[in-house]
């Protein structure tokens, strides 16, 4: 099927490309500083993969912006937002675990990005994307695997046979007889713990490292909120005997040298923020007891917060990005009423 260029990307498609330019930006110089401290070779390898695709993916969106003549974003840069010769900040580890969540990360973006947009040349594009993210969660898994580094999930015993609830105290949870957890409220509490796991290292290694003392204040409030997140789901799991993965505190070193601007880990902390509210939504919408539904929406609500605070800092040093949008009527309104006066 020949592509027709002249159908004018929708505002769907534009907010999908402004927000993969601005991830793989941050993603390239994310990347390059990990390349110049890891010492394992196998995850070097990954990491070349992971940038040779980013690296492609922001040509290949500049093109997209270009043919319709819209402005390309500025995101972030090697020269502006990393330095790359400064001291290790991060284990080999806890890189081998950021590519893995780097994967899942896009697949879950990506997979929205392809069900929402109809322009065949950027659903291609989106596709492409979906599977290289499907491709590194594998290789990443494989890597874990192979060094004893991947974190199984708890085993559960097998039935009898198939079971139907039997009354409404299957979605108690405060009082009385409380069920034992589900596999599927298992899944999304395992996960959480894990995303909040990394996001401990990640917030710590911002927080020691960043350049002025009001965002290494967020920061340092970020790490405390995932510490206590990756603490209430634990509880949970320890409850019914289930084992809670383990957390990497140990993965970040001393340093204090800044790597990143404050530009830089103020948008990534968002970014996670975001998509941990994403996470809590979903597994709040899976859960059939009580008591778990109320706790997600008690996090929710402590992360939303902290979200806000973080894009009032950007808003404050200039340094947060207008995604697309709809154009002011009323400001074009007043502007030809002071021409037509003139």
């Avoid at 806890?94 to 392809?114: H, R, T």
């Avoid at 929406?297 to 990005?321: H, P, Q, T, V």
Wanted: net charge negative; proline share 4%; aromatic share 10%.
């Amino acid at each position: 099927m020949t592509i027709d260029r002249t159908i004018k990307l929708t505002s769907v498609e534009l907010s999908q490309l402004w927000s993969a330019y601005l991830n793989d930006t941050v993603a390239i110089c994310k990347i390059e500083y990990y390349l110049r401290t890891v010492e394992d070779g196998q995850i070097k390898e990954l990491l070349s993969v992971a940038l040779q695709q980013s690296e492609a993916h922001i040509k290949r969106l500049r093109t997209f912006f270009n043919g319709d003549h819209y402005p390309v974003p500025k995101g972030f840069s090697k020269e502006e937002d990393v330095h790359v010769n400064a001291p290790t900040l991060f284990s080999d580890v806890y890189i081998l675990n950021w590519l893995n969540q780097f994967g899942k990360l896009g697949l879950n973006a990506y997979s929205v990005s392809v069900s929402v947009v109809a322009r065949e040349d950027v659903q291609n594009y989106f596709s492409e994307c979906l599977s290289q993210s499907n491709e590194m969660i594998k290789m990443s898994n494989e890597l874990l695997l192979s060094k004893g580094l991947y974190m199984h999930p708890p085993h559960l015993p097998i039935p009898n046979g198939i079971d139907f609830v039997q009354s409404q105290q299957f979605l108690a949870g405060w009082f009385g007889d409380v069920r034992p957890l589900t596999s599927l409220e298992i899944t999304n509490l395992y996960g959480n713990i894990q995303r909040n796991a990394l996001g401990i290292v990640t917030m710590q290694g911002f927080a020691q490292t960043a350049q002025s003392k009001e965002t290494g204040r967020l920061l340092k409030r970020g790490k405390q909120i995932a510490e206590k997140h990756v603490e209430v789901f634990s509880s949970i799991m320890r409850k019914d005997d289930l084992p809670a993965p383990m957390t990497w505190s140990s993965e970040v070193t001393s340093s204090t040298t800044n790597v990143f601007s404050d530009k830089l880990m103020l948008y990534k902390s968002s970014i996670l923020t975001g998509i941990s509210m994403g996470y809590y939504g979903i597994s709040m919408a899976a859960v059939q007891r009580r008591d778990l539904g109320v706790q997600y929406a008690r996090l929710m609500a402590e992360i939303a917060k902290f979200a806000e605070d973080g894009a009032n800092l950007l808003i404050k040093n200039g340094w947060m990005e207008e995604p697309p949008r709809a154009a002011d009527r009323d400001e074009l309104a007043n502007t030809y009423a002071v021409r037509d006066v003139y």
